[in-house]
């Protein structure tokens, strides 16, 4: 059993209020497979960033699930065959807590920045070019 989040992108013709009830539709491939639905949070309706099958707003969930990866796997594919989900994605939450790590973030020291060759307002060097 692992954590995963859920992050699900509804057509913005479905009602706010009929989004729990659908996702809990899907959301019962987790419990009869023995996973447990740890937390739904449903954003409402926001605006995405590019188009999506012509929409340029969604009704947006996030849930948070432990479950087996089998069960994940049948999820994704019952929300895909959905006409109503517009875009899922699923984040395995070990993977994403771990894979960053801010103690090792050094920032790079820069050397500093060499002169460009002379006083301000004065003359140019002479060079070749100037003969």
């Known amino acids: 059993m692992h954590n995963y989040e859920l992050m699900v992108i509804m057509d913005p013709s479905v009602e706010e209020r009929t989004v729990a009830p659908t996702l ?4 019962t491939v987790i419990t009869t497979q023995g996973g447990t639905v740890d937390k739904i949070d449903i954003w409402g309706r926001r605006r995405m960033t ?5 929409h340029s707003d969604g009704l947006y969930a996030v849930v948070n699930m432990t479950c087996s ?3 994940v796997t049948e999820l994704e594919r019952q929300l895909r065959l959905n006409e109503s989900i517009m875009r899922t994605k699923v984040l395995r939450l070990e993977e994403a807590i771990f894979s960053i ?7 790079e020291e820069k050397p500093p920045r060499a002169g460009r060759g002379g006083p301000r307002g004065g003359k140019r060097p002479s060079g070749p070019r100037d003969s």
């Open 24 to 27: 809990d539709k899907f959301l």
């Open 50 to 54: 590019y188009q999506i099958q012509k």
């Open 69 to 71: 990866p089998e069960a």
């Open 101 to 107: 790590n801010p103690i090792e973030f050094v920032p």
